[in-house]
């Protein structure tokens, strides 16, 4: 079993930056591919990015170049720096994994999720 615990998440103004962390417990996310999405109010959780283990990564297009997904094994921690935030970014961040080495970018992928982080952009 793994245990995901996202941190990070609060208000910032258009334009601005946060970074978001996802912490894991319980097992090494060695061998596992890493995902973030969110999930804006009266909206379905969509995809954000993923990584794998051998560092494929994926990103879904509204988010590319303002985004960036990175890992320090050392603290078995993921991290989603988010860059030129917009208020459409606005949303509950939610970490997953799944054991394997490939990309995954459907919600149903995944095995593992964290409880979510807010993070709000206003204009």
């Known amino acids: 079993q793994v245990q995901l615990v996202e941190s990070g998440g609060g208000w910032v103004q258009a334009g601005g930056s946060l970074r978001i962390s996802c912490a894991a417990s319980?097992?090494?996310?060695?061998?596992?591919?890493m995902g973030w999405f969110r999930q804006a109010p009266g909206k379905e959780r969509e995809f954000v990015v993923c990584?794998?283990?051998?560092?494929?990564?994926y990103y879904e297009d509204s988010v590319k170049g303002r985004f960036t997904i990175s890992r320090d094994n050392a603290k078995n921690t993921v991290y989603l720096q988010m860059n030129s935030l917009k208020p459409e970014d606005t949303a509950v961040y939610y970490c997953?994994?799944?054991?394997?080495?490939?990309?995954?970018?459907?919600?149903?992928?995944?095995?593992?999720w964290g409880q979510g982080t807010q993070v709000t952009v206003s204009s």
């Open positions: 997953a994994a799944r054991r394997s080495m490939q990309l995954w970018m459907s919600r149903n992928d995944y095995d593992y």
């Open positions: 319980g097992r090494t996310i060695s061998g596992y591919t």
């Open positions: 990584m794998t283990w051998g560092d494929s990564i």
